[in-house]
């Protein structure tokens, strides 16, 4: 069952901060972000793991509530090369399955 | 190293025909999977394999099959082409390790009349 992402889209001006969500209904060992742009392959951007701590680098960070089965996406200060589609990506269970399953992503503008 | 490695980048089908997308990684990962992409659905898990002569069900494998021989390559075939397939297709792979980032191919477009 695909997670769920929030919001489906997304149109900033650049320096305005953005947050997106993904909320699954199985218990999640772990979840993955990655962007996609246009007509290219989506590209990783980090995981979080049960049990591990919120991660980030410079303006993008994530955080995983495992009692909740959410984890949230945190755009800073975006910038222009910011825009594309944000997918979750879930695994479940007690992990290394293999299996991940992405949700239907969100699609993200920055505008000048 | 070349990554992933999808042929073909494109491919028109007629309704009924058969193919097969190559997939292929040189970076020694066990894992790989296949997703196809539509508007609006995100990316939806095929098939995927833990290793070679290991492969499962993903979320929408019918009209999919897939074998994995060796850990390099990880073919899809179509069966009997739908209009319902025409999607992007997306190989992956992994190493075989708690939760590893996925490396993706460039896609195959195929599109089925």
């Known amino acids: 069952q695909q997670p769920v992402q929030s919001p489906q889209a997304v149109i900033l001006r650049e320096g305005e901060d953005a947050v997106i969500n993904c909320s699954s209904s199985?218990?999640?060992?772990?979840v993955h972000w990655y962007r996609q742009k246009h007509g290219e392959a989506p590209v990783f951007l980090m995981i979080l793991l049960k049990g591990g701590e919120q991660k980030g680098h410079e303006k993008i960070s994530a955080s995983f509530n495992e009692k909740k089965q959410q984890s949230s996406l945190y755009l800073t200060a975006s910038q222009l090369s910011y825009s594309g589609t944000y997918f979750c990506g879930t695994e479940s269970g007690s992990g290394n399955t293999g299996k991940l399953i992405f949700g239907q992503g969100t699609t993200l503008q920055v505008k000048p | 190293n070349a990554g992933v490695t999808q042929t073909p980048k494109f491919q028109v089908l007629k309704t009924g025909q058969s193919m097969t997308l190559q997939c292929a990684q040189d970076m020694n990962h066990e894992y790989m999977s296949w997703y196809r992409q539509d508007p609006g659905m995100g990316l939806r898990l095929i098939h995927y394999s833990v290793g070679a002569g290991i492969t499962d069900q993903g979320e929408v494998p019918n009209g999919y099959n897939v074998s994995r021989s060796t850990t390099e390559d990880f073919p899809l075939r179509l069966l009997s082409a739908a209009p319902s397939q025409t999607s992007v297709y997306f190989c992956?792979?992994?190493?075989?390790?708690?939760?590893?980032?996925?490396?993706f191919g460039d896609g195959t477009r195929l599109s089925i009349l």
């Open positions: 992956a792979s992994s190493y075989g390790r708690w939760s590893q980032p996925q490396h």
């Open positions: 199985k218990a999640l060992y772990s």
